[in-house]
């Protein structure tokens, strides 16, 4: 302790600024509770990497490419072709300003709610207290009543390709790239190697991408994987599955496959091998709690770690997603404000930007015999849409999960074209506990992607329609 | 049981996290054990398929016995071999509505009786197991029937050292005080030190009162070892807080008090004390102490005899400030007055040598301007 430290009282002090972070002291304000906001980047990093490097932005790049794909195929269907090339300048600054837009948003939000948005790097000092380190001032010692932890995760770095932000990419230095290389590996078969592995090759890249596992979206299953890895072949991108980087000369990368060596000469190659929790530099010891396997927080379904200190979001066991950290901020922010609250829902379902799109919510067929379901599982094709033949886009198919004995839907994972919108449905399904009979007896508007979900359900009770029966 | 520190020989079992035949990481908590006032989680050394436990929860366990069998062959049996019962899954259907008012209401969706298909639990179903009435008349006839209860954890211990105390021969001296300067003081600090966050009550006071009186008399900073006949006096002031918990009592230490401002006190008590009630503090945070504090007066005692822990050689409390009327410049008067209580040692220190103690103690408290001495 240094003499002269004087700490400020704060009722509910959030740190991070991010969806989890932002949506805890929005809800905390509503609550009655007075908050301060920590983030790294103060007002500049609110929205977190979701808006400002991740979800957000990548999604633009994705649009863009995809536009760009479509307009090529669209070609043999009647669109006319301007024939210019791509800019990437006028993308960014289209990018920009939807990120400054969103970031915007969240401030004005935070600021009419009340909440105290502060600079700086938080660590804990005390179980009680905390500091925060300014650039521009001296450090700040905070006393808070209550505080909810949300500082995120950051992209995992490999040793033998450490970031030059050059060559050597993280996914948030691609999402800012203003001039498109000739070719890209990128290392990383999961969603975010996926989506921008995807996305460039939709751009023209010549793109590698490297897997070590058997295939592609590993633990997604129903052949997500290799949906993707087909389109991807499609597009003349290459899919190194079972294979792993073993060494990189500076031009040309040495990879170890099931086969034997190969080389690879790329001009970027883009790391996306996942995300690693921000719980190494917050003062944890301090506070008296330890971080268990990969540096999470293990927290109780009421998200606290302590009596006044909850964590949320990538910090803390699940996936790391936006939406977990924002369901979670809002059990955070009661459970701390004296009110029951719990975490505990039936579905996180998870989306990936990839083509096909694939969507994953509740339990997989595998998850659902662990948990010990006599469950079985109904799909139906996209080919046998009629609304896919319009779009011309018919790979993938929609699978329920299902207990046997009940019909009450389990889980479901959509492959096909919007299986991202689609999926809610899917799990405002499992979530309010309907069986396959509730599903196939609401009505699907014709013709849209949705019916697929009713068809899989008919499939699962023995009374397909656009399908032959299953044997 | 591997050696956790601090020279401690054995410890409870609180609780298994895990069972025979579970999958465990290497470094994953398999156990929660109370050694000396605190529990710790022990990791497995190994990764693999729990093939025994060694102890029941209740049993002490001395270290270098064996806790737990892994099996971390190839040919243990798969985690997902021991499955559940086929087709009994433990959830209850219920909306995400539904059971977030079974949450807030505090009702077990597992206990509710469901009315809706498929056995369902509706909200109307919560909101009735919510009104039921959840004292029986068999419950009423239970709560006078005799309870047996087995000495546990935290409580175990405190029985374990209290008996060690009973060994110290007590010489114990009163002293009662006028606070009014005490209060004075903390009212002026108070609202300055309060307007930053931090609460300040009458012990910090006490405490760095405490500490100056124990720098003037080293001999009662110390702690006795019987069986060596030896006396240690400590260079630091390490003042135990006794700490009223959920579980227990609990001392945490406040290091080198002697050193500190009063304002610093008062965060580092609040510290140590947080940190004992909720059962989060290490072993080293809980040593290292030459002398206890005990405050029952912020219970509302007026006066009570501490007992010295085992093997400090003093313990000081502090009795219920209240108004009484006394005798100033030959005329009554009300003013708060204070009691102190000293309980030494007889073994080591004598009667006079208490009194030159509790003398300093009080003197400091009745112009708390020494304090700044």
Redesign the interface.
């Given at each position: 302790?240094v003499?002269g430290e004087?700490?400020?009282?704060?009722d509910m002090l959030v740190v991070g600024g991010g969806p989890g972070g932002y949506t805890a002291a929005l809800a905390s304000a509503r609550l009655g509770r007075k908050v301060v906001l920590v983030d790294a980047d103060g007002p500049a990093g609110l929205g977190g990497v979701c808006v400002n490097v991740g979800c957000i932005p990548s999604k633009a790049l994705i649009e863009l490419a995809t536009s760009v794909h479509d307009r090529a195929e669209w070609a043999t269907r009647g669109l006319p072709q301007p024939g210019t090339q791509i800019d990437m300048v006028a993308f960014q600054a289209w990018k920009s300003a939807i990120v400054s837009k969103l970031n915007g948003g969240v401030r004005n939000l935070l600021t009419t709610a009340g909440v105290e948005i502060h600079t700086g790097y938080f660590r804990f000092s005390?179980?009680?207290q905390g500091v925060v380190e300014r650039s521009d001032g001296p450090p700040r010692h905070l006393?808070f009543t209550s505080c909810i932890l949300a500082t995120g995760s950051r992209p995992v770095q490999l040793a033998i390709l450490p970031r030059d932000g050059t060559r050597i990419l993280d996914s948030t230095d691609v999402l800012a790239l203003t001039a498109l290389p000739r070719s890209a590996a990128v290392i990383g078969g999961g969603y975010i190697g996926v989506e921008l592995g995807t996305a460039l090759a939709k751009l023209g890249v010549e793109v590698s991408i490297i897997e070590a596992e058997p295939s592609l979206l590993p633990g997604i299953g129903c052949q997500a994987g290799d949906l993707v890895a087909k389109r991807l072949r499609a597009m003349t991108a290459s899919v190194l599955t079972s294979t792993t980087v073993t060494g990189d000369d500076g031009h040309r990368l040495t990879l170890e496959t099931s086969t034997g060596t190969e080389h690879l000469d790329v001009e970027i190659v883009v790391v996306a091998v996942g995300r690693l929790p921000n719980t190494d530099d917050v003062g944890l010891d301090t506070v008296?709690?330890t971080t268990?396997?990969r540096g999470l927080l293990s927290v109780g379904p009421d998200r606290l770690v302590?009596?006044r200190i909850a964590a949320i979001g990538d910090i803390t066991d699940g996936p790391a997603l936006a939406h977990k950290a924002s369901a979670e901020a809002h059990v955070a922010a009661e459970a701390l404000s004296g009110?029951?609250?719990?975490f505990?829902?039936?579905t996180i379902a998870a989306v990936v930007f990839s083509d096909p799109e694939v969507a994953t919510t509740g339990l997989t067929i595998d998850d659902a015999i662990?948990?010990?379901?006599?469950a079985d599982t109904a799909a139906f094709p996209v080919a046998a849409s009629g609304r896919a033949q319009t779009l011309a886009d018919d790979l993938g198919a929609t699978h329920w999960t299902f207990d046997k004995?009940?019909g009450?839907v389990l889980g479901a994972q959509i492959i096909g074209p919007h299986a991202t919108e689609l999926i809610s449905e899917a799990s405002i399904a499992v979530?309010?506990?309907a069986?396959l009979e509730d599903i196939a007896s609401t009505i699907h508007p014709h013709p849209t992607m949705s019916e697929t979900l009713a068809e899989a359900a008919l499939v699962g009770l023995g009374r397909p329609i656009h399908v032959s029966r299953r044997r | 049981m591997p050696d956790v520190g601090e020279g401690i020989a054995e410890a409870e079992v609180v609780q298994w996290l895990v069972a025979a035949g579970d999958a465990v990481?290497e470094?994953?908590?398999v156990v929660v054990v109370e050694t000396d006032k605190s529990q710790v989680e022990l990791p497995s050394p190994f990764a693999g398929t729990v093939a025994d436990l060694h102890a029941d929860v209740g049993d002490i366990v001395k270290v270098g016995a064996i806790l737990i069998s892994v099996h971390t062959g190839v040919d243990a049996p798969a985690a997902?071999t021991s499955?559940?019962?086929?087709?009994?899954?433990q959830?209850r259907?219920?909306?995400?509505s539904t059971?977030r008012l079974a949450?807030?209401l505090?009702v077990d969706l597992a206990a509710v009786t469901a009315t809706g298909p498929?056995g369902?639990v509706q909200a109307d179903d919560v909101r009735a197991a919510a009104e039921a009435p959840q004292e029986t008349p068999a419950t009423h006839r239970k709560a006078l029937q005799d309870t047996v209860i087995t000495l546990r954890g935290l409580r175990r211990q405190i029985a374990k050292s209290m008996t060690q105390s009973l060994q110290i021969p007590h010489v114990t001296e009163f002293r009662e005080i006028d606070a009014s300067a005490l209060l004075t003081a903390r009212t002026i600090l108070k609202a300055r030190i309060e307007g930053?966050?931090?609460r300040l009550s009458v012990l910090p006071f006490l405490v760095k009162a405490t500490a100056r009186a124990l720098t003037r008399h080293p001999s009662f900073n110390a702690t006795y070892d019987a069986e060596r006949e030896e006396i240690t006096q400590y260079g630091a002031v390490n003042i135990g807080i006794a700490t009223a918990t959920d579980d227990g009592l609990i001392v945490p230490t406040v290091r080198e008090v002697d050193r500190?401002?009063l304002r610093?006190v008062a965060?580092?008590i609040?510290?140590v004390a947080?940190?004992a009630r909720?059962r989060?503090?290490?072993p080293d945070q809980l040593g290292g102490a030459g002398f206890t504090v005990t405050n029952f007066g912020s219970f509302g005692t007026w006066l009570g005899t501490p007992i010295i822990r085992h093997p400090e050689v003093a313990i000081a409390g502090f009795g219920r400030i209240r108004d009484q009327v006394i005798p100033v410049d030959g005329q009554p008067a009300v003013r708060p007055v204070l009691p102190i209580v000293v309980a030494a040692d007889h073994r080591i220190n004598d009667g006079a040598h208490l009194a030159a103690l509790v003398g300093d103690i009080a003197e400091a408290l009745q112009q708390p301007l020494l304090l700044l001495d």
């Open positions: 302790m003499v004087m700490p400020e009282g704060v005390r179980p009680d006393q008296g709690i268990g396997a302590t009596k009110h029951r609250a719990e505990n829902p039936l662990a948990a010990g379901y006599t004995e009940s009450v979530e309010m506990g069986n | 990481t470094d994953q908590a997902n499955p559940t019962a086929h087709g009994q899954p959830r259907l219920a909306s995400p059971r949450v807030t505090g498929h369902r930053d966050g931090i500190l401002t610093e965060v580092e609040d510290r947080e940190l909720t989060s503090a290490s």
